[in-house]
């Protein structure tokens, strides 16, 4: 039985569960290029739907207004977070794989935001199709500095991960109203000083 077969009638937060389950069995795991492949087939299935969501919206934005898609984008991170909650530092392979995608989708829901925000003012915050597009931003956010935190390599992080990272976190709580603002930003950040210290 593959997981799909395991996971297909599990509410969000088993499936999670199940995820981060087996990332504990993938960080037991002592060879290196083992772990990579383990994870490779652990993550295929979210990795097939983030894919074609991410392909889909490549050739049209729309797709991001859709808050079904939202929400499986949602359900992907919170996956890729429970799982590198307990992988540790190898879910970097993970985290490698999507992480650009996953910055250009934080940029270009938080841009959907701010003109939600300036069409129809703050009370815009509290739609369902917005409070999804944060819940995103905020998987994100978690998902970045859970790795962060497990890392064992801060020149990793420093060279590899963290221009793109300022760029699109930075940029972005500065410019977003304040309301629309993250706070996981501010815990990503301190969680990044920490360990490059």
Known sequence: MN??????????HHVHIIYEAIGHMVSAQMDPNQQVKLLEKMMAVPNQIWDSIINRAAENQQVLQD????????HILKINVRSCTSTGHPFVAQLGRIYMDMLNLYKCLSENISQAVALSGDLVMKQPHIAAMRTVKKETLKYISCWI??????????????PPLWNAILAD???NVPDAREPEVLSTTTTIIEKLK
């Open 173 to 175: 709580y500065t410019r």
């Open 67 to 74: 808050i079904d898609i939202i929400k499986q984008l949602g």
């Open 3 to 12: 997981i799909t077969g395991i996971i297909c009638d599990l509410q969000p």
């Open 149 to 162: 935190g497990h890392s064992r390599d801060p020149s990793l992080v420093r060279e590899q991960f963290m």
